[in-house]
């Protein structure tokens, strides 16, 4: 069954370091946009940064500098670093991509970044 499954969230000091991954299960990234998302605690949704099916990367201006989308040469696991972590990047963090003409969304992972 395809699914995606994140994992790397966590409680982290300001002007720290995470790493964030998303794997993808019974499919593979390979030609496909990759976009992480958050949720932030005021349940407002936003996007965060996206690989398109050309390899080239765009972030939201908020991240722009600070977050970059890594990947694995497997086409398997898609990664977001994320450095300089500021208190307003605190959220539930998603990877989705779109296979078969349905959105695929991870589960979500916590990022707590405390000031």
């Known amino acids: 069954q395809e699914q995606l499954v994140e994992s790397g969230g966590g409680l982290v000091q300001a002007g720290g370091s995470l790493r964030l991954s998303c794997t993808a299960h019974?499919?593979?990234?390979?030609?496909?946009?990759i976009d992480w998302y958050r949720q932030t605690p005021e349940n407002q949704r936003e996007w965060v940064a996206g690989?398109?099916?050309?390899?080239?990367?765009d972030y939201a201006d908020s991240v722009k500098g600070r977050f970059t989308i890594p990947r694995d040469s497997d086409w398997e696991t898609v990664y977001l670093e994320m450095n300089s972590l500021k208190a307003e990047d605190t959220g539930v963090y998603y990877c989705?991509?779109?296979?078969?003409?349905?959105?695929?969304w991870g589960q979500g992972t916590q990022v707590t970044v405390s000031s």
């Open positions: 989705k991509t779109l296979f078969r003409g349905f959105d695929y």
């Open positions: 019974g499919l593979l990234f390979r030609n496909r946009q």
């Open positions: 690989l398109t099916i050309h390899g080239t990367t």
